[in-house]
């Protein structure tokens, strides 16, 4: 009886030992925790200074440098953003300049051409479809590799652009991540604060495992 007396002591040292390093400030929840609110921290960064619209070349690469070091624990989440957002900017915010009048093109055609019931007009629907589809997956690499590497406009486009078609599954699947985030910031508008952060760091393990296949990195 006193052995197994001892047994059960030892078992509930055990269980309460184990809480205390799952729970204690170095363990997987806290880890977890701090880890989540970075992301909605990046997140909300993100979102307030995208506000202007030009600037959202400058968040972009804000959010990647965040998300980046976040992933690594490494840094404040809050420094690491604005030193992103400030580290090309020069360049950055001319591209979203033109970004900018493209996509109200692009969208002012598609608007302009919904209804119509000729056939010319339902093909070249699907070809501006097709382009708006290529020219979010082709700026979801371009801003990261701006940051990330040295060049001009033309050098770092190139790049993306054989990034956005060399890779065309992750390139679906980042477009897609960003129908999923419209969809659930629609069905749900308070999940606004959530849901930036959470396409951010999905995207930044996406792109940078396509970078480092290309640069003969291993993680």
Not at 63 to 86: L, P, V
Not at 157 to 181: E, M, P
């Amino acid at each position: 009886m006193k052995n197994d007396g001892e047994k059960h002591n030892n078992t509930e040292k055990q269980k309460d030992r184990k809480l205390k390093d799952f729970f204690g400030l170095e363990g997987s929840f806290s880890g977890f925790m701090n880890t989540l609110g970075n992301i909605i921290w990046t997140g909300l960064l993100w979102l307030v200074t995208s506000i202007p619209l030009i600037t959202m070349g400058c968040s972009a690469m804000g959010a990647s440098r965040a998300t980046e070091k976040n992933r690594k624990n490494q840094g404040y989440i809050t420094k690491e953003f604005f030193a992103g957002f400030t580290g090309d900017w020069k360049r950055a915010i001319p591209v979203q300049a033109v970004n900018l009048i493209f996509y109200a093109w692009l969208i002012f055609d598609c608007i302009y051409l919904y209804g119509y019931e000729a056939e010319y007009a339902l093909v070249i629907s699907y070809v501006l479809y097709g382009i708006l589809f290529f020219s979010l997956g082709l700026n979801c690499y371009y801003y990261p590799c701006l940051r990330i590497f040295e060049g001009n406009f033309f050098e770092i486009f190139k790049i993306s652009f054989y990034l956005t078609f060399r890779y065309l599954l992750t390139t679906i699947a980042l477009v897609g991540l960003i129908a999923a985030a419209l969809l659930a910031v629609y069905l749900m508008p308070w999940s606004v604060m959530i849901v930036p952060g959470l396409w951010w760091y999905a995207a930044d393990i996406l792109i940078k495992r396509v970078i480092r296949k290309e640069i003969g990195e291993t993680d």
